[in-house]
């Protein structure tokens, strides 16, 4: 909600249809061929729909443009039980652009990393389009890999980061995307994080219902380890009188952007100021309790307990659970902020069991109980320097 505001300039976004139309930035040939291949994998979906293990959907909001784009690729890397799944929230003039460049473009700067780290693997990013996807193998993502894995995220977010500062094709000054991510395989869940959309769990108590657990902090500017960074380096944070509730980022001396979010992709006006794409990174280890992990962006957050989101996707069939939240968000919108403008919203609900449907009865709509029960194991990343 309120990603990016300028006191300075107004900014006229082109037309565009919604989030799930193919890529169509202004890229190199080179990219577009691989980008073409990409979304030609089995498995990989980044259309509304829904598969065996997921639902996806993404529509929207009043704006101009719709700036969320979503991923959901099964058999990541041709692993039966691994799935890579993540949300993206653009914002600025060319924030769909940079959204859709990274739902297109990480999977892919993820398996480099890792091979890199990892140099025993057998696949590589060079082949990655040169052999049959049949061929690819790697290790059981285990605890003891966590710390590798970790540092695969850090080191891609990084080098996307790059890549979108290098390149001449979007312009990324003022536009930038945020990001939440997931990777399971097998019994192991990890998460990055890069901006204030949102994973939450859906799992079991000790009496049978259904309690929200979330895996990822909302890095927003006025969190204190956020605000310390960000002053540190010059930059200011502060709320708009005609919106205390927002915290934004602004630069040292103009009052532009105005960036709702301490951590995102892109908006390399404000990288020298405190805003870096450094993935908060966490852990969980799933039991039978886990039932589905919700991804979605702000604009479902913002208007929604974590544990009325559990609640509505338990209570519709799989197929048609992200169509039936963003729906309930959208009325929501409608009925709390009616002055504003509905946020675009986008969802992947991940399912973690062979269950057909979950039961309504399953699910605690308490929403006293939307706390954290249990917490998935943190392990954090800080920035090796206080600005990029």
């Known amino acids: 909600m309120g990603s990016c505001l300028s006191l300075t300039e107004a900014s006229s976004l082109p037309s565009m249809d919604a989030c799930d139309e193919p890529l169509c930035s202004p890229i190199t040939f080179s990219d577009y061929r691989i980008e073409m291949r990409v979304h030609r994998v089995p498995g990989r979906l980044f259309l509304n729909g829904s598969s065996q293990v997921a639902s996806l959907f993404c529509k929207q909001g009043n704006g101009t443009i719709n700036?969320?784009?979503?991923?959901?690729?099964?058999?990541?890397?041709?692993?039966?039980?691994?799935?890579?799944?993540?949300?993206?929230?653009?914002?600025?003039?060319?924030?769909?652009?940079?959204?859709k460049k990274l739902r297109d473009s990480f999977p892919l700067k993820l398996i480099a990393q890792w091979n890199s780290i990892n140099p025993n693997t057998t696949y590589s990013y060079r082949n990655f389009f040169n052999t049959s996807f049949d061929d690819f193998q790697h290790d059981s993502v285990a605890p003891t890999n966590i710390a590798t894995l970790r540092q695969s995220f850090v080191r891609a977010c990084k080098t996307m980061d790059s890549e979108l500062r290098d390149q001449n094709q979007i312009d990324c000054s003022s536009s930038g995307s945020t990001a939440v991510i997931l990777l399971k395989q097998g019994h192991d869940l990890v998460i990055a994080n890069v901006g204030d959309s949102r994973a939450v769990l859906a799992t079991q108590d000790r009496n049978g219902s259904l309690t929200a657990v979330q895996l990822t902090t909302d890095l927003k500017p006025d969190l204190p380890r956020e605000a310390e960074r960000i002053r540190i380096c010059k930059g200011r944070v502060f709320a708009l009188k005609s919106e205390p509730w927002i915290s934004r980022v602004w630069?040292?001396?103009?009052?532009?952007?105005?960036?709702?979010?301490?951590?995102?992709?892109?908006?390399?006006?404000?990288?020298?100021?405190?805003?870096?794409?450094?993935?908060?990174?966490?852990?969980?280890?799933?039991?039978?309790?886990?039932?589905?992990?919700?991804?979605?962006?702000?604009?479902?957050?913002?208007?929604?307990?974590?544990?009325?989101?559990?609640?509505?996707?338990?209570?519709?069939?799989?197929?048609?659970a992200a169509r039936i939240l963003v729906d309930a968000a959208v009325q929501a919108w409608k009925a709390k902020l009616p002055s504003s403008k509905v946020d675009d919203c986008s969802v992947v609900c991940l399912f973690l069991n062979s269950k057909s449907d979950l039961k309504p009865s399953t699910t605690n709509t308490d929403p006293s109980n939307d706390v954290e029960q249990s917490s998935p194991t943190l392990l954090r990343v800080e920035p090796e320097e206080k600005c990029q």
Request: aromatic share 10%.
């Open 251 to 320: 630069l040292p001396n103009v009052n532009s952007p105005g960036l709702a979010m301490s951590r995102a992709f892109g908006d390399f006006c404000l990288k020298d100021f405190g805003i870096i794409s450094v993935p908060d990174f966490s852990y969980h280890r799933l039991t039978h309790r886990d039932q589905f992990v919700v991804l979605a962006t702000d604009g479902v957050w913002d208007v929604l307990s974590n544990q009325e989101v559990v609640s509505i996707v338990a209570s519709t069939p799989r197929s048609s």
């Open 67 to 99: 700036q969320d784009a979503m991923l959901l690729w099964d058999n990541f890397c041709s692993k039966d039980d691994a799935v890579f799944c993540g949300v993206f929230d653009g914002h600025g003039p060319h924030g769909h652009l940079v959204a």
